[in-house]
């Protein structure tokens, strides 16, 4: 997190990601339990391009393996980074988002009823100081044998999952229907 994704895009951003260290330095402020909080549900401030956080569910989908992202199919897989160690905590965090589909409390229950299995998380991004929310879904199918991995992104909408989730449902219908055999 908070590092290039190194796609073969110009211009990519590198994100931020806070620590207690640098916060001190550059507010002049300690770290508190409540920045921990918000960067955990990806609030505060925690900067991630969209293209940051497609890697970041594909790693998830991958069992901890992030590889390199790109637009050029030609340069094939390359693995940046193996968190497999970490695979007890990537799995913990692969039924949270199972559970956000499958539970009827979860906050993507509406995608539930497809013919495959998806692993999602809904959200919205704070931006310019609160004033403006962007609504996000992200997500993998199917979850038995990832092949695609989902960001839906709107810009000054109202509510993450009110917002994207049909979106995201005629995406991935689409692809199971036309892309590959799930």
Known sequence: LGKKTGIDLLGEASGFLPDPTEKEKRTKTPWRLGDTYNVS???GDLL???VQLINYIALIANNGKNYRPFINKEKGEQVLIDLSSLLPEIKEVQKGMVDAVEKSYGTAYSLSGLPFSIAAKTGTAQIQANHTINAIFVGYAPVENPQIAVLILIENA??????????AKDVLLWYYNNRIEL
Request: aromatic letters at 0%; charged letters at 10%.
């Open 41 to 43: 549900i990806g609030q």
């Open 48 to 50: 991630m391009t969209p």
């Open 158 to 167: 109202k509510e993450g999952s009110i917002n994207t989730l049909p979106i």
